[in-house]
Structures are given as C-alpha cells and as structure tokens.
C-alpha cells in the first residue's frame, strides 16, 4: 500500500504525517549526533517498550556504536492519587545502567508524565549519564518539564500511529507515521 494512503485500524482512519523516507532522513541524522556525543565510550542502549522497539532498531545501527542493549516497560496508573505514576512491568537491568552513559530510547514524549516518574527511578541506580533521545515530541501535549536531548520530529497534539507506535495493539508494523483524522 502506498504511503499516501489513509489507513483503517479498528474503527478509525489515520492518515500520512511522517513518510518512510523522512524519517529515515532523520534517524540517519540522529544517528550521526548520537555518535559524535558517545564517541568515546560504550553505551548502553536502554529502549521503552513496546513503541519505541522500531525507532531503536534503527537509531542503533545509524550511530554505529557498538553497547549492551536492554529493554523497559512501564505501565501507569490510573486513579488520582497516583497519577502518572509508572510501574516498571520490566525494569532496567542494574549492570548495564550503573557507571554507564545510558541512552534512553523512546518513540514520544506526550504529556511527559511518564518520563518525570521513570527518570528518577534510572537516576537511582547511578547511571555516568543520560542521553534521553525520543523519535517524537508533542510540545502542546506536554504537561511537565523533561530534559529531552535530542527529538526527531516536534509534531501537533493529535493521536499518531505507525512505526513502532500502536493503536490499541495494530499499526506498529507501518513503515511511515500516521495521524488520527479528524472527524468531519
Ligand atoms: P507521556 O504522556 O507520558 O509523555 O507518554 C506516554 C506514552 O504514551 C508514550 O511513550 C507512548 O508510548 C504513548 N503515547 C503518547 N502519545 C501517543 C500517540 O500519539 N500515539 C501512540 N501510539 N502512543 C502515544
Ligand atoms: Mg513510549
Ligand atoms: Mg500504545
């Protein structure tokens, strides 16, 4: 199916925001900056499950630096008390975060609830450093401060899909990024 084409996933349409070549373009450019910051060491590659498993496979081998690999999932909360609290449903491995250079992969940074929980977590097991690097940021959406280091695409506050990114379990195969239609 061309990428100009909207797509179908459950009940709802999306239609093309971001095509394979663009962000292609990007991550290679990412790549590059990641590089050219960790030139000097081994990092660990840290990546935010399940969305961001795409995005990853690519970043990593754009940067061409050579790092364990580990994986995350968080779950949040809901209820009041505990909003935007994450669970670590798999939690980092402590040895490949401890005096490393940690970089955290994500595919978007929307409201920035879960990264203002998860970040402190990963500061406890004493990381060298952080390198927060998100596919896609949502500044509108954004409802806390978070210290992003490097963002692929700034995007408007509406629903995307596609390249990693699900909706309630499909689309995450999509080679381009999709965004929800708006109704009319
Ligand atoms: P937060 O609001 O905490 O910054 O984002 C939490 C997570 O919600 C993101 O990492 C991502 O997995 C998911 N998310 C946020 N916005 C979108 C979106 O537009 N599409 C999809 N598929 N997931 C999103
Ligand atoms: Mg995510
Ligand atoms: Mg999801």
Redesign the pocket.
Known sequence: MPATDRVKLHELYFQPLLSQEAIHQRVVELGKELHDRLDSGDPSFII?LK?AFVFAADLVRASRLSGEIGFVRTSSYSGTETEGEVRLLIPPEEDLIRNKDVVLI??????????RSFLPKLRKMSPRSITLVTLLH?PQAQRVDVAIDLIGFTIAPK???GYG???DGLGRQLPAIYQLEEAY
Request: proline share 0%; aromatic share 10%.
């Open positions: 935010m969305g994500e595919d978007i940074i929307d409201s920035g609830l879960t990264m949502k629903f995307v899909v990114l699900d909706y």
